[in-house]
Nanobody, 123 residues
Framework: QVQLVESGGGLVQAGGSLRLSCAGF????????MGWFRQAPGKERECVAA???????YYADSVKGRFTISRDNAKNTVYLQMNNLKPEDTAVYYC?????????????????WGQGTQVAVSS
């Protein structure tokens, strides 16, 4: 049974940084793509960053230059480094695993999801 566990969320002031981690259990994710999504109240879930098994990356325009996705296959873990955070980054952040080929920014392109971690950015 695949399980993803996110950590690292919290409350931070605008301009601050957080590092989210997502540890995978129940499978080896070395050959899978992984993504970070977020969902703010009343809004649809959106992809902020994704990474393939070979470490090709995708970033949403709203986070380019501020967020960095990376992975440590030895630890079955994916990270999201978030710098220069803004109040509009406030959301629940989810990691997800994609077993299909290539990179995807679509919710339907992912097969397994974590439970989410709250990020709140104060102005």
């Amino acid at each position: 049974q695949v399980q993803l566990v996110e950590s690292g969320g919290g409350l931070v002031q605008a301009g601050g940084s957080l590092r989210l981690s997502c540890a995978g259990f129940g499978s080896t994710f070395n050959s899978y793509g992984m993504g970070w999504f977020r969902q703010a109240p009343g809004k649809e879930r959106e992809c902020v960053a994704a990474i393939t098994w070979s470490s090709s990356t995708y970033y949403a325009d709203s986070v380019k230059g501020r967020f960095t996705i990376s992975r440590d296959n030895a630890k079955n873990t994916v990270y999201l480094q978030m710098n220069n955070l803004k109040p509009e980054d406030t959301a629940v952040y989810y990691c997800a695993v994609r077993t299909g080929y290539g990179i995807s920014s679509s919710v339907v392109g992912y097969n397994y999801w974590g439970q989410g971690t709250q990020v709140a950015v104060s102005s």
